[in-house]
């Protein structure tokens, strides 16, 4: 008697999380540009990494302990992690609203996304465990250099298909 119990439960659970993912993802699909841009973190600015992070890949010949300082720590980092899962919806945005938009950019931005949020989630693990240290430094600078990277590839995108877009794309970042 219990058996059946457990299974109609396991299936009610499984039913009413694929639901909210349904959800989720229409609602994310849904979202217009100006919803996107105003996700964007207002409180931090990339442009305190390098003055030409938009139209430009890299950090201005700075060093893991510039970027750390730059980055105000951990506040930054956070920042950055957040901003790349923005990013990525501008992208799929851009894949689901233009017909002409490169594929191989889109895949570049995805991937970049992921691999800024994962450098990031381990400089914050090392954060929490030993302060400060140099790893942290180093994977900070390296996080900090994609997210610029993904910021110019956005960039390029939005000049490439949405060039209307631009101004505003600046002004949030």
């Known amino acids: 008697m219990i058996l059946p119990l457990l299974q109609i439960a396991a299936i009610a659970i499984v039913a009413l999380y694929l639901g909210r993912w349904r959800l989720g993802v229409r609602r994310q699909n849904n979202q217009s540009w100006e919803s996107l841009l105003a996700r964007l973190r207002p409180d931090w600015s990339a442009r305190q990494l390098s003055d030409h992070f938009l139209w430009k890949e890299g950090l201005d010949d700075a060093t893991p302990e510039e970027t750390w300082k730059r980055l105000q720590g951990a506040h930054g980092l956070w920042a950055i992690y957040q901003n790349a899962r923005v990013l990525l919806q501008m992208a799929d945005f851009a894949s689901r609203n233009c017909d002409s938009v490169d594929r191989v950019l889109l ?61 505003d794309f600046v002004a949030a970042m």
């Open 107 to 167: 895949e570049t931005l995805r991937s970049d996304a992921m691999q800024i949020r994962l450098c990031v989630l381990m400089a914050l693990a090392q954060y929490a465990c030993s302060q400060a240290s140099e790893g942290v430094r180093v994977n900070a600078f390296r996080a900090a250099s994609m997210y610029t990277g993904m910021a110019a590839r956005m960039t390029q995108l939005l000049q490439e298909n949405a060039a209307g877009l631009v101004p």
